[in-house]
């Protein structure tokens, strides 16, 4: 580039003026000037073309370290770094397989907006319903389940369970749900952005119910965190600890399911302020004083309360034998 600009110049100025501010060699820059073209340039030109050759023999999938094998296999004798270096350069690229399609995170849906917003607490049943699906691994192949849960209880109101993830999977549980509660008013079905949620049966099927839908944003996984958490746990209780031979696992996990869509809401639910705190004078008279604990630690030291009454007597008997022998010792004695 200095030599390029040197010689398109240097009738305007003089070659030693040029060579002291671009703060070059003047006999390199005539040794320039004779050979344009230096020996390192015509070495990448003619390997240039054994790279294009090899690289169009292959039908454009070798990349840089196959194309170094097909030169070295001909005698050449150049780098890895330098066939790379001159295939950057040049932009030949080997093919590629199908690019992984670019997911904007946090994205919202463009078919329903978040009308939840992680408000999790509602002061009612049948205002908010979450749903969701998820895949359980089995023996006889992939095994999918989808759940609707009440936010009010955190109850399963509908599932259903398919060997195949189709939009009827949705469907069956969002129907399982309406017919068992059957709502008086509108309510809020709050899902993620899966296909089988944006499908046009279950947006008629939600408009036929008076059901609005409520989608999280894209690969937000908190927006959706109540069924995240119950597929958790019933992989956690029912799925990882279950032996490794093959099992039919409808009726394990359908038996979960119904406990959980009965059982009251869990202790967690319930707000820490409704909870009477104790102080710290009465838990130091409960631990030093047991008796004056509930009834369940009544009944545990039971059994500890019988056998030192049953100690005491034992010993009292003994006392009471060495103070008074029987007769039988002491005719005995007398002898």
């Given at each position: 580039?200095k030599y ?7 009738h ?28 390192r ?5 003619r ?22 094998g ?12 330098r066939?790379?270096?001159l295939?950057?350069?040049h932009?030949?690229?080997a093919?590629?397989?199908y ?10 849906s463009?078919?329903a907006?978040?009308?939840?917003q ?20 089995t ?5 999918y ?12 109101v ?58 999280s ?19 956690k ?8 031979r093959?099992?039919?696992?409808r ?7 119904s ?7 869990a ?10 705190r ?25 059994p ?13 008997s ?18």
């Amino acid at each position: 580039m200095k030599y390029r600009f040197m010689n398109e110049h240097r009738h305007d100025y003089s070659v030693t003026l040029m060579c002291r501010v671009l703060r070059v060699a003047r006999a390199g820059f005539y040794a320039w000037l004779h050979a344009p073209v230096s020996d390192r340039d015509i070495e990448d030109a003619r390997l240039l073309e054994l790279i294009r050759h090899s690289h169009a023999g292959s039908h454009e999938i070798y990349g840089a370290r196959r194309v170094f094998g097909d030169l070295r296999e001909v005698g050449e004798t150049c780098g890895l770094h330098r066939v790379e270096r001159l295939m950057r350069r040049h932009k030949i690229r080997a093919v590629r397989g199908y690019r992984k399609p670019r997911t904007l995170a946090g994205r919202p849906s463009l078919l329903a907006p978040n009308r939840l917003q992680q408000a999790f607490t509602v002061d009612a049943p049948n205002k908010v319903w979450v749903t969701d699906i998820t895949y359980i691994r089995t023996w006889q192949g992939w095994l999918y389940l989808a759940v609707v849960l009440d936010l009010y209880a955190r109850k399963v109101v509908g599932w259903s369970m398919k060997p195949t993830l189709s939009r009827e999977l949705a469907l069956d549980a969002l129907l399982m749900a309406v017919r068992r509660r059957k709502p008086d008013g509108r309510v809020l079905v709050h899902s993620d952005q899966g296909s089988q949620y944006g499908s046009d049966d279950f947006k008629r099927f939600c408009a036929a119910h008076s059901l609005e839908t409520s989608m999280s944003r894209r690969g937000n996984c908190w927006d959706n965190a109540v069924a995240e958490s119950f597929f958790s746990s019933l992989k956690k209780e029912r799925i990882q600890n279950a032996s490794t031979r093959p099992a039919p696992w409808r009726a394990p996990i359908s038996s979960t399911i119904s406990r959980r869509s009965t059982t009251e809401p869990a202790a967690t639910a319930i707000s820490a302020a409704s909870v009477p705190r104790r102080s710290n004078a009465l838990r130091l008279e409960a631990r030093l004083c047991p008796r004056n604990r509930g009834p369940s630690n009544r009944r545990s030291l039971a059994p500890l309360t019988t056998l030192r009454a049953l100690r005491r007597d034992m010993i009292a008997s003994s006392r009471a034998r060495k103070c008074c022998p029987p007769p039988s010792s002491r005719q005995a004695s007398g002898r």
